[in-house]
């Protein structure tokens, strides 16, 4: 192994194994979801190359298995990304429900398009391809690991405004 | 396997068909027409394509026939209108985005995507919004990306995973974005890759040296055989206008299967080198001339012509001299044709090798040898009829464990590493290796021990020791002596309790121990343990005709067939200093074990006639003519695998300007020289000759007579040890351009591990002085700690080689 190898965390290791303790010994491809998981959160919500390498070694899969299923999955981020995670629901009820003008509000207050991240490395506006599974209450949005409903133009700035 | 059959109804015609078999399985048995993209016979089925749907009876929708398990009583439609539908349905979806760009696809003509869309797609598509693009990848000198084009059929992804043992390629994304991808921008390195240029089933991943050369339907297609390793793959050969635009598998099960390796599939580019040798030259006053086949010819036989006469007279002053002194001792005649010496490459044909020794045995000399990277021969006689493989290539995947020594096997043998690795996923089979380093293999193995080249017969003599140890059998006299009082450890007694309880087993020597300066030691010592443990004893031989070349009697010792009656005998070159030598295929420079040492004794030879296909510097350093001679896809022949099976070829193409076959320069040569017995009319006769000799011979490895062997101790403390690379093994490949653009081409330079450097005082690509014996060289250092210590490691066989000595001899390595 080459020593300038970027490492995982012990903090992230730990929590990597506690995953593959779950599964059969063989399948160890099983955890890769859950470790991704655990490896970009603590990078503030992103993955790098680099990392996606570090947990291929440690969960022994070829890198390409990894970044197979990091590109796979909209909830993985493989840019640097803005510190809050911002995901407006654009899904069928919540279009129903007026979620364009919930985007074009976000998108209008922070000066910034879908995808992009505020210059202040605030606010990074996902493009949320699914739905959040919260259509009773559209428009909603999710920030950070947090669901907001029932969305109006006030609410989102009150959100907003409350992220440092 | 349970083969419990099944009877279903497709097309109304009632079918036999072991029951759990998929549905396309069975159609294609039945000769019955599905279409089909993601399906592959040799691959997984993903059925992600659906482009197979057919229509079940009592099934709700149309099932993909690629991922249907037949059942009893199934009623299959693949022609009604559901069935049509569907795939119809599916055609237009796979074109929605795919270019159209058939016009300027290398594809074209020869695509599974153009084919089925004829048979099977609308000539207008509903879709008017706009296609996506997708970039291409650099993946490597070899495969051109165009992925664009790609329909996501996986067979590349799974070829990888499942064929090649390393996962380089995979699909990323999803949905429209989906993409074939690399990790990083890198390129594809596996010794098979060019096989998924077959796989492929659109152009998304071409052919990179044959790119945009020529249509499918304007190339002509030839069977023909692989020239350079054991196995002897079949080839497709592919010509437009009578040159070889490309190669490609031609299927065989008990060989290749559908595969070659990059190899066999790109080595053909070689044989337009731009130092292709094409009409005859002679040297006069230190300058070569092109002349005319008729003068070169005669000036070849007039040249040893007139070394016979000279050494005749010669010999006669002698004879009347010692007469004269008469001091009645018996004075040591030497035959004067021992000063003829014969090397042949092994990678030619039989016809070209027996003709060969014929020649040197007409003229009375045995001195005549294929084993030019070989330095041990004291066991010469107690070899077999053949070093062959033991048992059929088809037989390794189902092996339980094996032992290989002194081998890169997946580099080497690509294809019997392919079987290989699949005994180790469908058995579960240990492979272990003893080698003087470590290499990677793509398969688990079960134990890969690495040590310096002077310890690997002391290494041997430990499993050795535990085969003995196991079997409960007597040590024979021969090896008493080196291996009592070993004391094997725990690892080797694991190999060889896995090869004594394996049922299927087997030991090989690969060629590394072939080449290696204790070979008889190693044969003795690999032998026994195949005994000890009821394992097949084997050979991973050289060359494409290594076997042939024992067969065809190009070696001193014995004649074809292995007769040794009656047959003139020579000695081996090393011990010659002849002074006339004919090459066949060998380039002085990067043939040989020691090439400086052949260089210097060419050098004294007053004749050394060359036939060879290319022309280089130091054939023209040290021959006195050269004769242009065809490659294996301009001759027709024959080759010998390691299997001893003999597969003959025609030539495919006229050979390049005036070259010919070798087995006519021979003939002529043999004509000229008045000898009888060389009026030959086509290959096939002087095959068949041989072939009659050859008919009683019984394949058998067993060594007769082994002599008492002697495990070396301490040599110096750092010896030069090196391989062949996988890319530099002959004169074609050293010159197919594709191929020396891949990351297993090598340069010429010193490999240490880091403790051997650090104790030595040298450090990573530090310029370093490389001194054997009197040459020496300043070659650049590469850490690599695969290398045991007391080894310095340096290729063979590539530019540069040739300034060194010996290439497992004594080395000495010092700091600028
Ligand atoms: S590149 Fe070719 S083989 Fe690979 S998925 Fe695409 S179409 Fe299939
Ligand atoms: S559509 Fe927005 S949560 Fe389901
Ligand atoms: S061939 Fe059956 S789904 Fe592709």
């Known amino acids: 192994m080459n020593t300038t190898d970027t490492q995982l965390s012990k903090q992230s290791c730990a929590e990597i194994d506690a995953l593959l303790a779950k599964f059969p010994a063989e399948g160890r491809k099983s955890a890769l979801l859950g470790a991704l998981n655990v490896v970009q959160h603590e990078n503030k919500g992103f993955l790098t190359e680099d990392l996606m390498d570090a947990v291929a070694r440690h969960l022994d899969l070829a890198k390409i298995e990894v970044y197979e299923v990091a590109s796979f999955y909209s909830m993985y981020e493989l840019k640097p990304v803005a510190r809050h995670n911002v995901a407006v629901c654009t899904n069928i009820s919540c279009m129903l429900m007026g979620s364009q003008s919930i985007v074009n509000h976000v998108e209008n207050k922070l000066g910034i398009k879908l995808g992009e991240s505020t210059a202040d490395g605030r606010i990074y506006l996902k493009i949320e391809e699914e739905c959040l599974a919260a259509c009773a209450g559209g428009p909603m949005m999710q920030v950070d690991h947090v669901y907001h409903e029932n969305l109006t133009p006030e609410k989102v700035d009150e959100i907003l405004d409350g992220l440092e | 396997m349970s083969e419990e059959l099944v009877t279903i109804t497709v097309d109304g015609r009632e079918i036999q068909a072991p029951k759990g078999a998929m549905l396309i399985e069975v159609t294609d048995k039945a000769n019955i027409k599905v279409p089909r993209f993601c399906y592959h016979q040799k691959l997984s089925v993903a059925a992600n394509c659906r482009m197979c749907l057919v229509e079940v009876e009592k099934a709700p929708k149309a099932l993909p026939a690629c991922a249907t398990p037949v059942m009893e009583g199934m009623v299959v439609h693949t022609q009604s209108a559901a069935a049509k539908a569907a795939q119809h349905s599916v055609m237009e979806f796979l074109l929605i985005n795919h270019p159209l760009d058939c016009p300027i696809c290398d594809q074209g003509g020869e695509c599974e995507l153009q084919d089925v869309a004829m048979g099977y797609g609308n000539d207008v598509s509903q879709y008017v919004e706009g296609k996506r693009v997708v970039l291409d990848k650099n993946i490597g000198p070899l495969i051109t990306t165009e992925l664009t084009r790609c329909i996501h059929c996986t067979r590349c992804v799974r070829f990888g995973e499942e064929i090649a043992g390393i996962r380089e390629l995979g699909m990323t994304s999803r949905g429209e974005n989906a993409r074939i991808a690399t990790c990083v921008e890198q390129t594809v390195a596996s010794e098979m890759s060019g096989n998924v240029i077959d796989l492929c089933p659109v152009g998304a991943l071409t052919a990179k040296p044959s790119r945009f050369a020529a249509r499918a339907w304007e190339m002509m297609q030839h069977a023909s055989v692989a020239p350079h390793d054991c196995v002897g793959s079949n080839l497709f050969v592919h010509t437009l206008r009578g040159e070889v635009i490309r ?93 003829i010496a014969a090397l042949v490459s092994p990678n030619s044909t039989l016809e070209e090798l027996y003709l060969a020794q014929k020649l040197l045995r007409s003229l009375g000399s045995g001195n005549i040898d294929h084993r030019l990277r070989q330095s041990d021969f004291s066991d010469q006689d107690a070899a077999p009829t053949m070093p062959w493989l033991g048992q059929n290539i088809e037989d390794l995947e189902k092996l339980n464990a094996a032992l290989l020594i002194g081998s890169n096997v997946r580099k080497q043998q690509p294809i019997i590493a392919h079987r290989l690795r699949k005994a180790t996923l469908n058995n579960a089979a240990h492979i272990s290796f003893v080698n003087p380093r470590v290499y990677d293999f793509h398969f688990p193995v079960a134990s890969n021990i690495a040590v310096a080249q002077q310890q690997l017969s002391a290494e041997l003599a430990l499993i050795a020791a535990a085969a003995f140890k196991a079997s409960a059998n007597d040590v024979p006299d021969h090896l008493k002596k080196a291996l009592s009082g070993l004391k094997p450890k725990v690892e080797h007694k694991a190999m060889v309790s896995q090869l004594k309880e394996g049922e299927n087993t087997t030991v090989l020597l690969g060629d590394l121990a072939n080449m290696h300066p204790d070979f008889s030691v190693l044969r003795v010592l690999a032998e026994a343990i195949a005994t000890q443990t009821n394992s097949v004893f084997g050979y991973l031989t050289e060359a494409a005709n290594t076997a042939g070349a024992w067969l065809a009697g190009a070696v001193p010792h014995r004649g074809p067939a292995a007769a040794t009656e009656d047959v003139v005998q020579g000695s081996v070159f090393a011990e010659q200093n002849p002074d006339a030598v004919l090459l066949l295929n060998v380039e002085p420079d990067a043939d040989m074990v020691n090439s400086q040492a052949m260089i210097e004794t060419l050098q004294q030879a007053s004749r050394v006639i060359a036939i060879t296909a290319f022309d280089s510097a130091a054939l023209r350093d040290t021959a006195s003519v050269m004769l242009p001679a065809a490659t294996f896809a301009e001759t027709s ?61 019984e394949l058998d490895n067993t060594l007769n007579n082994a002599a008492t062997i002697k495990i070396n101790g301490a040599a110096a403390e750092l010896m030069r040890c090196g391989d062949v690379p996988m890319y530099s093994g002959d004169a074609l490949l050293r010159r197919a351009s594709s191929l020396q653009q891949t990351q297993d081409a090598q340069v010429i330079c010193v490999r240490l591990n880091a403790a051997e450097a650090s104790r030595l005082g040298v450090a990573e690509s530090d310029s370093v002085l490389v001194k054997q014996g009197n040459s020496s060289a300043q070659l650049s250092l590469v850490i690599d700690d695969s290398i045991p210590t007391g080894s310095a490691w340096i290729p063979m066989a590539v530019k540069g080689n040739e300034l060194l000595g010996d290439a497992f001899g004594e080395i000495m390595v010092e700091k600028v």
């Open chain 2, 247 to 339: 190669v490609v598998p031609r299927d065989n099960e008990a060989i290749n299967e559908a595969w070659i390796s990059d190899r066999d599939r790109f080595s053909y580019e070689g044989i337009y080198s731009e130092d292709r040798l094409t009409s005859p030259m002679i040297k006069q006053k230190d300058e070569w001339k092109v002349v005319d086949w008729d003068e070169a010819l005669k000036f070849a036989a007039d040249g040893i012509k007139s070394v016979l006469t000279q050494l005749e007279q010669a010999e006669i002053q002698d004879d009347t001299q010692s007469e004269s002194e008469d001091s009645g001792e018996v004075v040591n005649k030497t035959n004067p044709a021992d000063k």
């Open chain 2, 637 to 697: 022949g024959s080759y010998v695998n390691a299997e001893g099976f003999w597969q003959s070829f025609k030539g495919v193409c006229q050979p390049s300007g005036e070259a010919r076959p070798g087995w006519k320069i021979l003939r002529v040569l043999g004509n000229l020289l008045d000898q009888q017995g060389f009026d030959y009319v086509s290959s096939d006769e002087v095959r068949d000759e041989l072939r009659s000799q050859c008919e009683n011979i």
